[in-house]
């Protein structure tokens, strides 16, 4: 086990150095700079703040004097917030970040097990063309329609739910985790018919079947662990997917966390938020994924770390 994390681990430095490297590129082959505004700077404000955040110096050197402090532990100060630093911000959002996640991945979970275990109990029945149907439009429904479609129906027409803020109601969660989960629901009911379906045809399934156990027994106690493994293997990428790709559902309902800091740092231009913010969110990836594979592998022994390498 400690080997093969460790492995992962090795194989991630060389992800994170090509995703830091080609983000610094895309960041400073964009044009304007992050102290260009509609109020005008004398050149020597504009110079003395250049010299400050050492952007004058030749793209090579902030590249590697971006690289020392980073592996200091140190994202470097945000060049739109004055007296802040980049890991100072991140710490404000991840709470709401965390949170919005937390209950997306929660409604993802009820929805689409539920619905990939009814579908996988009634193949070929209507109750499965239902539930497949509604997983492939959650699937290709993308969340900034959904997520104003919700707002319409159920903040504006009927009034039921809160439609911008966080914390400030005890519904206010309800829409934006249900526009980010429903999407993952999908797919984790689709997940969950087709594990579902291998192991109800194996021949222990029969032979449970052979000695009068009960159609809930046989799926809940016998079929279950083994027809969720794919879900399993899905929710490290799943989770890392939902805190990483909340950037348009925090704007649409005006959520504080990380996503939406990262949409304005794009706006304003500030390098150095754009960079510790990927980083941030490469990280989570890599260790979600290590952290699947790993329960993955402790539910079904036969998965080797070796054939993994």
Known sequence: MLKFILFRILQAIPVLLIVITVTFALVHAAPGGPFDSEKKVSPEILKNLNERYN???????????????????????????????????????????LELGLYAIMIALMIGISAGLLAAVRPNTWIDYVCMSISMLGICLPSFLMGPLLVVVFGIWLEWLPVSGWGDSRWDWVLPSFTLGF??????????????????????????????????RIVLKHALKGGLLPVVTFLGPAFAGLLSGSFIIETIFQIPGIGRLYVQAAFNRDYTM??????FFSVLIVVFNLLSDIIAATLNPRISYQAKQ
């Open 55 to 97: 952007l004058n110096a030749p793209v090579y050197e902030e590249y590697l004097d971006y690289l020392s402090s980073l592996l200091q532990g140190d994202l470097g100060p945000s060049f739109k917030y004055v007296n802040r630093s980049v890991t100072e911000m991140i710490l404000t959002g991840l709470p709401s970040t």
């Open 274 to 279: 754009i960079m510790g913010t990927t980083i």
């Open 183 to 216: 999407a993952y629901a999908a797919y984790i009911a689709r997940l969950t018919r087709g594990g579902m379906l291998e192991i109800l045809s194996q021949d222990f399934i029969r032979t449970a079947r052979a000695k009068g156990l009960s159609e809930a």
